[in-house]
């Protein structure tokens, strides 16, 4: 393999600007090419990287030398897109989250990653921000003792135009609701952070938006410790986005994360002390949206996986945890029972049609 990762960018939308973003700033990385059936998509962003531009993935993919193709498609395809790639081409694959809209293709997309040696890393940012990568340590050290209660609020705008913006918004085929799409990250970082969870009890609505999936959710959850978790999500706050925020309670110290993505620390209390509490307390990014800084520091570990070897930073096992607690909450939402994990979801209408049917 030569010094540079070459990517090549499957989907130009909404999130594939962070991905260049992160991309251009990384050594030993070059986007070669990108792909987006909507050729005027594909040809913006052709112009800005001055790199060729296709509307067919089969085509790039045969005419380009690729290391790594970044899915960005419609979360709905991003299983179809994993598993055809490896198949036919056998590459490392980047796919945002969610890995795939159902348990059985996240299990399809590990195994043939599996089969054909090459690395799946499904895209979780967040991990990478300095105040959750405190907490991490923190939780580690046990300085919180016994912990008590986790709770992530995400509190965005999303108006009926994003939605509009295109067809497979807002629908469950395709791409989910609030709980799917907005706190996907955050509900990684709850079970990254405490565990793993074994209930769940949810409730959804849709209250302002004209959409076929939910825009406000709640669930509570237990952990195997004994922790409870708390998941407060809606898309239906308005004027403007209020927060995305992760509060973690203990028997000895309670941290608040919060910001637009969990990236400001605005609570650090312990009752022992430690020296470098005062610069805990003082982290503080400030990214211009919610996607936050974290996909250059994720990409770095990519790149560094592919050259040297190593393992996924979030690979396909770690990136399904999260599609469980999300099909546990849909599962619960429409039964209005509690559902125990681990278990195969009946009655989640998320990501309906799965690749075996096609």
């Known amino acids: 393999m030569s010094n540079s990762i070459k990517f090549a960018i499957l989907g130009c939308g909404r999130i594939a600007k962070k991905h260049i973003e992160a991309l251009s700033k990384l050594e030993n990385t070059k986007i070669v090419a990108v792909c987006d059936i909507l050729e005027n998509r594909a040809k913006i962003v052709s112009n800005q990287l001055q790199v060729p531009y296709y509307t067919n ?20 395809l991003h299983a179809e897109h994993t ?29 043939v990653c599996q089969e054909n040696n090459v690395k799946l890393f499904i895209v979780m940012q967040n991990r990478y921000n300095t105040a959750i990568r405190k907490l991490k340590d923190t939780i580690t050290d046990n300085r919180f ?54 209930e769940v009890i949810a409730k959804t609505a849709t209250r302002l938006l004209n959409i076929e999936v939910e825009d406000t959710g709640v669930a509570i959850l237990k952990f195997a410790s004994g922790a409870l978790g708390v998941i407060e999500v809606t898309t239906a706050t308005r004027p403007k986005d209020l927060e995305g925020s992760i509060s973690i309670l203990g028997e000895k110290g309670s941290v608040e994360i919060g910001g637009f993505s969990v990236n400001e620390m605005k609570t650090w209390l312990f009752e022992e002390k430690h020296p470098d509490d005062e610069s805990a307390i003082s982290i503080k990014e400030n990214p211009e949206n919610v996607y936050g800084f974290g996909h250059i520091s994720y990409l770095r570990d990519v790149v560094d996986a592919i050259k ?6 979030v690979d396909g096992v770690e990136g399904k945890k999260s599609l469980e607690i999300i099909h546990a909450i849909y599962e619960s939402a429409i039964t209005g029972k509690t559902v125990y994990l681990k278990y195969q979801p009946k009655k989640s209408p998320l990501g309906k049609n ?3 049917d096609n």
């Open 308 to 313: 040297n070897n190593k393992s996924a930073p």
């Open 57 to 76: 993935y089969d085509k790039m993919l045969l005419n380009e030398d690729i290391n790594v193709v970044s899915i960005l498609t419609p979360s709905g």
């Open 145 to 198: 003792g016994k912990i008590v209660l986790g709770t992530v609020r995400i509190r965005w705008k999303r108006d009926q135009n994003y939605y509009d913006q295109d067809e497979w918004r807002g629908t469950w085929d395709l791409d989910g609701g609030c709980i799917t799409n907005q706190a996907s990250h955050h509900i990684d970082l709850l079970q990254w952070l405490l565990g793993e969870p074994i």
């Open 83 to 111: 598993i055809d790639i490896v198949k036919k081409y056998k590459k490392h694959i980047v796919c945002e989250k969610p890995m795939s809209l159902n348990l059985e293709d996240a299990e399809r997309c590990i195994k």
């Open 354 to 356: 799965s690749t075996k």
